[in-house]
């Protein structure tokens, strides 16, 4: 664990990747997802020094609670994580683009 995160925060991690492996999610993807989670909250709650306007202005794992995954409607990631992406990959146009456009101009 990184030497940033809280006793809770640890301990946060360890439940939800038992949870994940409990739910058939290889080691690595269990730790990943945790990591994600626990990083996501950090995020919000002001404790990193960077952090992506995905995270903070997007809802916390927990309210989420999974509504991007097994529904009908939009799936996949939000406009601005894929905008962040987009720009990581220095797409040019970006800023004007819809989320079908840029999940087109990505290849996704």
Same mark, same amino acid.
């Given at each position: 664990m990184p030497k940033e995160w809280t006793?809770?925060?640890? &301990?946060?991690?360890?439940h939800? &990747?038992? +949870?994940?492996? =409990?739910?058939? !999610? +290889?080691?690595? &993807?269990?730790k990943e997802i945790? !990591? &994600?989670t626990v990083n996501k909250?950090? !995020?919000q709650a002001g404790q990193t020094k960077t952090a992506s306007r995905s995270s903070i202005k997007d809802k916390s794992p927990q309210q989420?609670? =999974?509504q991007r995954s097994g529904r009908k409607g939009p799936k996949g990631p939000t406009r601005d994580q894929l905008y962040n992406e987009?720009?990581?990959r220095n797409i040019r146009g970006r800023s004007k683009m819809?989320?079908?456009?840029?999940a087109d101009a990505l290849g996704k």
């Open positions: 006793e809770k925060q640890e &301990r946060q991690y360890k939800i &990747r038992d +949870s994940e492996e =409990g739910q058939g !999610a +290889s080691t690595r &993807r269990a945790a !990591a &994600r909250n950090r !995020a989420r609670g =999974g987009a720009k990581q819809t989320k079908s456009e840029l």
